[in-house]
Nanobody, 119 residues
C-alpha cells in the first residue's frame, strides 16, 4: 500500500513557474510508474506527464517544453516543474503511482493540489 501526498499548488500569475511535489510513503517506490494528472472543472482527469520505473518520461502535447517531471527514488518524491504557466493550466493536479505485478494492477492517488493561473 502506498500513500501519496501532493503539495505546491496555489494561485499564480500567467508566465510564472511553480513546482508541485508528491511525497510517497510505502515500499517499493522505485518499482512504480509515476504520473501527474490534472482535472479541469467538470471534466475527467487527464494525463499531464508520466515517468516509468525505468526512467522514461512522457508529456502530453500541451505541456511539452514547459513542464518537466523528475523522481527522487531515494527520498520517494516526484516533482512536476511547471514553467510559463498559462490560465488553461488551471486545474487540480493529482499524483499517481501504478504498477502491475503477478497480473495484479495497483493504482494509488493523492488527494490533489489545486492550481489557479490568472492572467
Amino acid at each position: 500500500q502506498l500513500q501519496l501526498t501532493e503539495s505546491g499548488g496555489g494561485s499564480v500569475q500567467s508566465g510564472t513557474s511553480l513546482r508541485l511535489s508528491c511525497v510517497v510513503s510505502g515500499s517499493d517506490f522505485g518499482f512504480y510508474d509515476l504520473a501527474w494528472y490534472r482535472q479541469f472543472s467538470g471534466m475527467l482527469r487527464e494525463l499531464v506527464a508520466a515517468s516509468s520505473a525505468t526512467g522514461l518520461n512522457t508529456y502530453t502535447e500541451s505541456v511539452k517544453g514547459r513542464f518537466t517531471v523528475s523522481r527522487e527514488n531515494t527520498h520517494k518524491m516526484y516533482h512536476l516543474d511547471m514553467n510559463n504557466l498559462k490560465p488553461e493550466d488551471t486545474a487540480k493536479y493529482y499524483c499517481n503511482a501504478h504498477r502491475v505485478g503477478h497480473g495484479v494492477a495497483e493504482d494509488y492517488w493523492g488527494q490533489g493540489t489545486p492550481l489557479t493561473v490568472f492572467s
